[in-house]
């Protein structure tokens, strides 16, 4: 079965680091891109790091860089977030997602979108 | 950064009812680069249609995209009980960032 599974969530005060892992199984982890999506309580889902297959482009929103950093194992099959400065707006349930991608050779371009969600880690920060 | 613009922000439908869901981009999107998620209660958000109009593995008929530019639409042609949720697009240009719209909150009578 293709999924991805998070842990590590938990309550943090402001100010403080948190490491999220996501395992990954059933596919072949080190052939695709991967994301982490969070949504606030009651609130939209956000999308908020990417990280290519062998992990040397990465991107981040705003609102985390500088104080987030995404990584991989591929040997490990692992996804890894690791969040530091924490602030209450980063409260949220966090997604791993894996993104699919394949070239259409009908309309000559590549199309993209994220296919395996997990169930989610959950991140309180307050103190 | 692209916006994602959605309406209506909730719609109320009886079972059997046509559900057309909005979402507008502030620039030109292309196609392939448009996706729509379902989140019902409680759960993860799980990948209905990809690539605009393209249904994921296992989605019912039903459930269809279309649209180019800066317009896209999701249509449940009858909806179900089943379908109560926040559907969500997404687009993700050449790279990222990339970006969601609010969402649009179904509720069947």
């Known amino acids: 079965e293709v999924q991805v599974v998070e842990s590590g969530g938990g309550l943090i005060q402001p100010g403080g680091s948190l490491r999220l892992s996501c395992a990954a199984s059933g596919f072949i982890f080190s052939g695709h891109q991967m994301n982490w999506v969070r949504q606030a309580p009651g609130r939209g889902l956000e999308w908020i790091s990417y990280?290519?297959?062998?992990?040397?482009?990465?991107y981040y929103v705003d609102s985390v860089k500088g104080r987030f950093t995404i990584s991989r194992d591929n040997a490990e099959n692992s996804l890894y977030l690791q969040m530091t400065n924490l602030r209450a707006e980063d409260t949220g349930v966090y997604y791993c997602?894996?993104?699919?991608?394949?070239?259409?050779?009908?309309?000559?371009?590549?199309?993209?979108?994220?296919?395996?969600w997990g169930k989610g880690t959950t991140v309180t920060v307050s103190s | 950064e692209v916006v994602l613009t959605q309406s209506p922000g909730t719609v109320s439908l009886s079972p059997g009812q046509r559900a057309t869901f909005s979402c507008r981009t502030s620039?030109?999107?292309?196609?392939?680069?448009l996706a729509w998620y379902q989140q019902r209660p409680g759960q993860a958000p799980l990948l209905l249609i990809y690539?605009?109009?393209r249904r994921a593995t296992g989605i019912p008929d039903r459930f269809s995209g279309s649209g180019s530019g800066t317009v896209f639409t999701l249509t449940i042609t009858s909806v179900e009980p089943e379908d109560s949720a926040v559907y969500y697009c997404?687009?993700?240009?050449?790279?990222?960032?990339?970006?969601f719209g609010q969402g649009t909150k179904l509720e069947i009578k």
């Open positions: 997404q687009q993700y240009g050449s790279s990222p960032p990339y970006t």
């Open positions: 997602v894996r993104q699919q991608e394949y070239y259409d050779s009908s309309a000559t371009n590549w199309v993209v979108y994220m296919d395996v």
């Open positions: 690539g605009a109009s």
């Open positions: 990280i290519s297959d062998r992990g040397d482009i990465r």
């Open positions: 620039h030109s999107v292309a196609t392939n680069y």
